[in-house]
């Protein structure tokens, strides 16, 4: 079974950039992507971006597409999520999870612990 760390998580003025990073443990060849979602206290997990593990093929939501890259270092089995001029809107618990590489939540059975993102001033 995958095991997700997710790492980074901090408070950052809005306009800052950071870096979350999903360490995997037990992948095989039958994983297929890695996204990361984001949740708000009352609200369902958002879809962000994912990544195949296979090939590197991204996806984005709207919302971050033009703000947020993702990459990975497969000697490191490790994914990245480069947030760059960051906004309020985007403080959320951010959550990795392995799947299928749809943008729906229900779609991935492996989830790390999450990390807290803050963006105030």
């Known amino acids: 079974q995958v095991q997700l760390v997710e790492s980074g998580g901090r408070l950052v003025q809005p306009g800052g950039s950071l870096t979350l990073s999903c360490a995997a443990s037990g992948l095989t060849f039958r994983n297929y992507a890695l996204a990361w979602f984001r949740q708000t206290p009352g609200k369902e997990r958002e879809f962000v971006a994912l990544i195949l593990w296979t090939g590197g093929q991204t996806r984005f939501a709207d919302s971050v597409k033009d703000r947020f890259t993702i990459f990975k270092d497969d000697a490191k089995k490790t994914v990245y999520l480069q947030m760059y001029r960051l906004k309020p809107e985007d403080t959320a618990i951010y959550y990795c999870?392995?799947?299928?590489?749809?943008?729906?939540?229900?779609?991935?059975?492996?989830w790390g612990q999450g990390t807290q993102v803050t963006v105030s001033s």
């Open positions: 999870a392995d799947g299928s590489g749809s943008p729906y939540a229900h779609d991935y059975n492996s």
